[in-house]
């Protein structure tokens, strides 16, 4: 099972009621908020790599569209990171089922802030590609000061192996 935990504020913009998780990996566990540059995205983090997907062309209310998009730009963004795609189906196929929770994790939480901090500081000319490249090479310190794109990686790598 593959667990999304939204914001307050998320979950009353996709008007979902959050179900109780209890002993999720992390690995199979990520945050999601909403994020303003100049209109709506959503932003995910991964609970153990830090690794983050931003998405846009979601309304308020569309909560299954938003997880539908979610699986198809994480397997399309590790694809573009030069993930095997074996592996990424891999981890999509355990995921499983998508189950919507709330946010459980305030050092996650913080990250998001700061994902948030660099997104309002950086060129508004970048794709959404581009931006989510840009993210994941910024290290974070509860993550050894290590990039996300790397610690998803080796986490995938040896979670498969």
């Not at 909560?63 to 573009?80: G, H, M, N, S, T």
């Not at 499983?96 to 802030?113: A, P, W, Y």
């Not at 970048?126 to 990686?153: G, H």
Request: aromatic share 10%; with cysteine.
């Amino acid at each position: 099972m593959l667990v999304l935990r939204y914001t307050q504020k998320l979950l009353k913009d996709m008007k979902v009621a959050p179900v109780e998780v209890e002993d999720i990996s992390s690995f199979f566990s990520w945050h999601v908020n909403i994020m303003q540059l100049r209109k709506k995205h959503i932003l995910f983090v991964h609970d153990a790599s830090r690794l983050c997907i931003l998405l846009d062309g979601i309304r308020s209310g569309q909560a299954d569209k938003l997880v539908e998009k979610f699986r198809i730009e994480l397997k399309e963004y590790l694809l573009q990171e030069g993930f095997k795609k074996q592996l990424i189906n891999q981890y999509l196929l355990e995921a499983g089922e998508i189950t919507i929770s709330r946010t459980n994790n305030k050092s996650v939480l913080g990250t998001m802030n700061e994902i948030t901090l660099y997104n309002s500081a950086a060129q508004s000319d970048f794709s959404l590609l581009e931006r989510n490249k840009w993210l994941n090479t910024i290290i974070y310190k509860p993550i050894d000061y290590k990039e996300p794109i790397n610690v998803f990686r080796e986490s995938l790598n040896s979670y498969y192996s």
